[in-house]
């Protein structure tokens, strides 16, 4: 009888001390400048702009307005965000091999995903830089998720839960969404602009 009440608050306290997850509502961030939400997923964190797996992964997040911009630029949305896409890769890595282009949707809305192969030095295992471009309202929302060496398939279920959980609504405006420190996208303006 001693060893099963010993079991049994064993196990009480083992459940009392591990880290629960905080329901989704906890978990959303909301731009209401840009129009967007989004669930965190269970045990990654949210710190400055930036959500962050247990492995590293890292996703970031720029909005860049689209007003006075050049229309050349906008009729060619989301692949006229390409030429950036690469420098922003290559500003942090290595890109080793051509980048893999394919439809997506974020929000509910047609989108473009863009994955480059890449390495941080020439003795690390391979990683990928995932980008998500998507027009809502007046901003080009970029999506960068970045990968590191070896941890790809272990994250794609967190990426993909917090994928699936954007939403698009109505933007009220003001600032764009810009992370600390990051490199920063430009949307090309109208002559004279």
């Not at 702009?49 to 590293?56: D, I, K, T, W, Y």
């Not at 998500?132 to 794609?156: E, F, K, M, Q, W």
Request: aromatic share 10%; hydrophobic share 40%; with cysteine.
């Amino acid at each position: 009888m001693t060893r099963a009440v010993a079991s049994a608050f064993t196990l009480a306290l083992l459940a009392a001390c591990a880290p629960s997850v905080p329901p989704a509502e906890e978990r959303t961030y909301a731009n209401p400048d840009s129009g967007y939400r989004y669930v965190t997923p269970p045990h990654w964190k949210f710190l400055r702009g930036e959500v962050r797996s247990p492995n590293a992964t890292l996703i970031t997040i720029q909005a860049p307005s689209l007003d006075d911009a050049d229309e050349e630029f906008l009729a060619g949305l989301p692949e006229s965000m390409e030429p950036q896409l690469l420098a922003w890769a290559q500003h942090f890595y290595r890109v080793v091999d051509i980048p893999v282009r394919r439809r997506a949707t974020l929000g509910g809305t047609p989108a473009m995903e863009m994955t480059y192969p890449v390495r941080i030095r020439p003795t690390d295992g391979p990683g990928k830089v995932t980008y998500l471009v998507a027009r809502h309202a007046s901003r080009v929302i970029v999506v960068r998720i970045n990968y590191p060496p070896g941890v790809g398939a272990a994250d794609d279920d967190g990426v993909r839960e917090f994928l699936d959980s954007w939403e698009f609504f109505t933007p009220t405006g003001g600032g764009e969404e810009m992370p600390p420190g990051n490199f920063v996208l430009t949307v090309p303006k109208k002559p004279g602009q």
